[in-house]
């Protein structure tokens, strides 16, 4: 079992930026691949970026290459979402996953454990 806690989320005026952390439980935190979803209202959730059990390898949708970058402490369990020059079309609720053995990377069904979320909210 990985339980997992995100953390935050916020109000930011475009252009800012904002930090997000997702704390597991679980001492097998790093054999799992991490990955952050979105979902803004009257959408469907939304990968956002991957990054594998290692650290090493990470991957991002097109639309937050080069502003957003996703790291990760194993020794602290915590994968992190670094959002810069963000955009009122950011907005959404922001949730991590995790599974073992990271098949389709970008398909929600891939992920076994969710956490809850954390609002983003970014003001024009």
């Known amino acids: 079992q990985v339980q997992l806690v995100e953390s935050g989320g916020g109000l930011v005026q475009a252009g800012g930026s904002l930090r997000l952390s997702c704390a597991a439980s679980?001492?097998?935190?790093?054999?799992?691949?991490m990955a952050w979803f979105r979902q803004a209202p009257g959408k469907e959730r939304e990968f956002v970026a991957v990054i594998n059990w290692s650290g090493d390898n990470t991957i991002y949708t097109d639309s937050v290459k080069g502003r957003f970058t996703c790291s990760r402490d194993n020794a602290k369990t915590t994968v992190f979402l670094q959002m810069n020059s963000l955009k009122p079309e950011d907005t959404a609720v922001y949730s991590c996953?995790?599974?073992?053995?990271?098949?389709?990377?970008?398909?929600?069904?891939?992920?076994?454990?969710w956490g809850q979320g954390t609002q983003v909210t970014v003001s024009s």
């Open positions: 679980g001492r097998t935190f790093g054999a799992y691949a």
């Open positions: 996953a995790a599974v073992r053995t990271l098949a389709t990377p970008d398909s929600r069904w891939t992920y076994t454990y």
